[in-house]
């Protein structure tokens, strides 16, 4: 005869995502939290920089280096989030509203900063880096890119991807692929999760897979780390 617990568990999907949480370390791994604040700091000095004048050496590569780092992380954190239970739609729309919240604001003053600076005819304007397309058409995909998170699906390159002239923010498209696959895998069962997580792969592209290995990464180290303690 089951127990009392077990019982309780099985009435109460709540009841179990608490008792999930207890088999989590409440204290993470200090390492990941110094690797994550060393590299966000790389990606500042990489973008914020101009290597020809503040250092004899091109830095852009450090920022570049952390790139793997930042899956990593981020695929540790939302296993995390994703293992503690919910449900799968409202889990997977909860990360979209919290990254159009943080990303719209951000990629509209990066507009206005773009119109500004093909106005005053800076630098920057002739470099490969930049897209001065501002045209209703050009301007129209990249706001649908943006609400979509679908910018760099396909994509054979990410020079030119993003939102307007900010090509940093093609990593979130990767980020949010990786994350109705991993919330799948969690949060889904049976047939329904094969064809979620099959269905994510086709709609992002080859280009996206080729980093999930560094994401799924992140993963196995939250369950290395979950089943060690």
């Known amino acids: 005869?089951?127990?009392?617990?077990?019982?309780?568990?099985?009435?109460?999907?709540?009841?179990l995502a608490v008792e999930r949480r207890a088999?989590?370390?409440?204290?993470?791994?200090?390492?990941?939290h110094l690797w994550r604040i060393l590299a966000t700091a790389a990606v500042f000095i990489g973008h914020a920089t101009k290597p020809d004048i503040l250092f004899d050496v091109d830095v852009a590569i450090i920022g570049r280096a952390t790139i793997p780092t930042f899956l990593l992380i981020s695929g540790y954190f939302t296993t995390l989030s994703m293992y503690t239970g919910g449900r799968f739609l409202k889990k997977v729309a909860k990360?979209?509203?919290i990254m159009l919240t943080v990303f719209i604001p951000a990629s509209f003053l990066i507009f206005f900063m773009?119109?500004?600076?093909?106005?005053?005819?800076?630098?920057?304007?002739?470099?490969?880096?930049?897209d001065p397309d501002l045209s209703l058409a050009r301007v129209a995909l990249d706001i649908f890119n943006l609400f979509t998170f679908s910018g760099e699906y396909w994509s054979r390159t990410t020079v030119g991807q993003g939102v307007f002239s900010n090509q940093a923010i093609w990593i979130i498209d990767?980020?949010?692929?990786?994350?109705?696959?991993?919330?799948?895998f969690y949060l889904l069962?049976?047939?329904?999760?094969?064809?979620?997580?099959?269905?994510?792969?086709?709609?992002?592209?080859?280009?996206?897979?080729?980093?999930?290995?560094?994401?799924?990464g992140g993963v196995l180290i939250f369950e290395i780390q979950r089943r060690w303690y």
């Open 95 to 97: 990360r979209y509203y």
């Open 1 to 15: 005869m089951p127990s009392q617990s077990l019982r309780v568990r099985q009435l109460n999907p709540a009841a």
């Open 114 to 130: 773009d119109l500004y600076i093909v106005h005053a005819g800076a630098p920057l304007v002739d470099t490969f880096k930049f």
């Open 189 to 216: 069962s049976g047939w329904l999760r094969v064809l979620t997580i099959v269905g994510a792969m086709a709609v992002a592209g080859v280009p996206v897979l080729l980093l999930s290995p560094l994401w799924f």
């Open 174 to 184: 990767y980020i949010m692929a990786y994350t109705v696959m991993t919330a799948a």
């Open 23 to 32: 088999h989590i370390p409440q204290q993470y791994s200090a390492f990941i």
